[in-house]
């Protein structure tokens, strides 16, 4: 499965949605640059290009939200969600971290 589709938001989702991607984004960049540098898609800010997902282990004992910052692509461009990619997320950590997702062993799904 590939992140093709945005849902749909009421304004209160919108709203939501942006608030989290801005916090996400103003942790991210308290990074040190060396560890920033390491991620292939850095989180900007742009909500047209980050990708905000919820990913939830399939036995439902944890889950993140974050924006993803690395993985495999499709030919489109698309992250392959179904793939092992990595979330910067501020779930455990205020200063935020990185999370590895193994997308076949979990609910991902874009926010």
Do not use: K
């Amino acid at each position: 499965m590939s992140a093709l589709a945005v849902p749909a938001r009421t304004p209160q989702e919108q709203q939501a949605h942006d608030a989290s991607l801005a916090a996400l984004t103003a942790a991210f960049l308290r990074l040190p640059e060396r560890r920033r540098a390491r991620c292939r898609a850095p989180v900007t800010g742009d909500g047209a290009t980050d990708v905000l997902v919820l990913a939830e282990a399939g036995d439902g004992s944890g889950s993140y939200e974050g924006v993803i910052v690395d993985g495999e692509q499709d030919e489109d461009g698309c992250w392959v969600l179904d793939a092992l990619f990595a979330i910067f997320t501020t779930d455990d950590r205020p200063e935020g971290g990185f999370v590895l997702v193994h997308g076949w062993n979990c609910d991902v799904q874009p926010l």
